[in-house]
């Protein structure tokens, strides 16, 4: 079984910033892909930051510029930093990784239960 766990949301006005953390636990041979999505209310899902294993990044257009997403492996952790934050950036933001549980390099999906960005004055 694996975990996330994210840390590092809160409350901050427009134009702040707000780093988040996502650390990965369980049973975990290697992580591939890390991704970032958000869930503002009454919205869709949407994905705002990927990061391959090859530290490939790929942003929508609505953060692209602002956001950066980051991956320490020794640790199974991945990063967001969120620079010159919007209110309508407010959202819960989720991580997410595909990985193998074993060498024979399954393509398994795990989910944090999400952290809440307020970014308002």
């Known amino acids: 079984q694996v975990q996330l766990v994210e840390s590092g949301g809160g409350l901050v006005q427009p134009g702040g910033s707000l780093r988040l953390s996502c650390a990965a636990s369980?049973?975990?041979?290697?992580?591939?892909?890390m991704r970032w999505h958000r869930q503002a209310p009454g919205k869709q899902r949407e994905l705002v930051a990927v990061i391959t294993s090859g530290d490939t990044t790929h942003y929508p257009d609505s953060v692209k510029g602002r956001f950066t997403i980051s991956r320490d492996n020794a640790k199974n952790t991945v990063y967001l930093q969120m620079n010159s934050l919007k209110p309508d950036d407010t959202a819960v933001y989720i991580c997410?990784?595909?990985?193998?549980?074993?060498?024979?390099?399954?393509?398994?999906?795990?989910w944090g239960q999400g952290t809440l960005v307020t970014v308002s004055s």
């Open positions: 997410n990784i595909v990985y193998g549980a074993t060498p024979k390099g399954e393509n398994l999906d795990a």
């Open positions: 369980g049973s975990i041979f290697r992580i591939y892909a």
